[in-house]
């Protein structure tokens, strides 16, 4: 949704993991370098039939850049994320689902809230 904030996000390519998929995805659109550290949920979308997998990753380096495939690029400290304005319901899922598990390790990996299918 042009003029909301997303997570990067696409398609995986041939002969590609799920997380290498990932960090490509990462790097084309913000010339963000990640180490992934494991997966933090996923989701099923079934109006336009997907399922997202989200990683939990840390950035290797705090320099991003909008790629060819955005218009704009951002860091946002907890507190500063423009809540109003995350393009997909996924992403606020993602956002909240990080929080819980801010500082953990060894934890089950989340899913769509109850009652919760995507839709926006």
Wanted: without cysteine.
């Amino acid at each position: 949704r042009k003029g909301y904030w997303t997570l990067p996000a696409g398609y995986m390519e041939m002969n590609e993991s799920a997380a290498e998929g990932a960090a490509r995805e990462a790097w084309e659109e913000a010339f963000a370098r990640l180490e992934i550290e494991t997966v933090l949920a996923v989701y099923s979308i079934p109006r336009i039939s997907q399922v997202q997998v989200i990683f939990r990753a840390q950035l290797t380096t705090p320099d991003v850049a909008a790629g060819p495939e955005s218009a704009e690029v951002g860091l946002f400290r907890w507190n500063e994320i423009p809540w109003d304005e995350i393009a997909f319901p996924s992403v606020r899922w993602a956002l909240n689902h990080f929080d819980e598990v801010r500082g953990q390790t060894g934890f089950a990996a989340r899913f769509n809230p109850p009652g919760e299918t995507g839709d926006y």
